[in-house]
């Protein structure tokens, strides 16, 4: 028996943390009786699950990096019509979804899954994975600031875990700084508020490591399978930052 917002999860439904919600909300159905309540166990080869009517079925784990383009919604659906990932993706027939999220004029490494398990880990605040980004900027920002962001700075929603930023490029013809930057955190839009509490606003900024995992050799739209050994790799880095935190 396991929990049904785990067996939803590894269906490919959603993340396990949107598969409480559906059940909260009253969305899924357990042997023809609605299920409200969290940690409910169900045994997935002898129940019948439906979610908003439709069953759900096992699927095979998929497990694909992308290189997003900027332009183009981190979500399944979008109401106005504008691009969304899974456009980029419809040769796979399995239900995937992003691993976290990329906003929507941000480029590069997303990950996307039917695995909830993993989605979640990955995504879960207290594993810290790491992301690195590049982010353009004008101007070149004094060597003071940028320890402002490796120390933690403050924004509306509290002070930043310390951040490993370093110069990346500079372009003195066109006046531009590129900052390489990685964070631990996933706050909504957080390397760009960084930089706006220093004042120097990112004019473009993209994801170029996802944990151990680097943007190397995908073109922008396009996608590939990740590893065995890098999906193995996504996982103990969780797990790794994780005991980290704990032993401090």
């Known amino acids: ?9 590894e269906a490919g439904v959603a ?3 949107k598969c409480e919600e559906l059940i909260t909300a009253g969305r899924v159905q357990v042997n023809e009786s609605v299920v409200t309540t969290l940690g409910v166990k169900v045994d ?7 979610v908003d009517g439709r069953a759900i079925r096992q699927q095979k784990k998929v497990y694909v990096l992308f290189n997003k383009p900027k332009g183009v919604i981190t ?7 504008r691009k969304i990932v899974t456009d980029f993706l419809k040769d796979i027939k399995e239900r995937i979804y992003p691993v976290g999220r990329l906003d929507y004029d941000t480029e590069g490494l997303l990950l996307l899954t039917n695995d909830g398990e993993f989605a979640n880990l990955l995504t879960h605040p207290k594993h810290h994975v790491p992301r690195t980004y590049h982010a353009t900027v004008k101007g070149v920002p004094h060597g003071s600031l940028l ?4 120390e ?10 310390p951040a490993e930023v370093e110069y990346y490029d ?4 066109k006046n531009e700084t590129i900052v390489s930057m990685t964070i631990y955190e996933g706050r909504n839009r957080q390397v760009r508020r960084m930089f706006d509490a220093i004042q120097f606003p990112v004019i473009k900024l993209k994801r170029v490591q996802f944990g151990p995992i680097p943007l ?7 996608y590939r399978p990740l590893k065995p050994q890098e999906i193995k790799e996504l996982i103990d880095s969780a797990l790794k930052t994780h005991k980290i935190q704990k032993g401090k």
């Open 147 to 150: 320890d402002k962001l490796r």
């Open 216 to 222: 190397l050799g995908v073109a922008r739209g396009k």
């Open 170 to 173: 500079v372009n003195p013809e």
């Open 1 to 9: 028996m396991e929990r049904l917002q785990k067996v939803l999860a």
């Open 152 to 161: 933690g700075i403050q924004l509306e929603d509290g002070m930043t875990a």
């Open 44 to 50: 997935p080869q002898k129940d019948v699950i439906h």
């Open 15 to 17: 993340s396990r943390r």
């Open 75 to 81: 979500s399944a659906s979008d109401p106005g019509g």
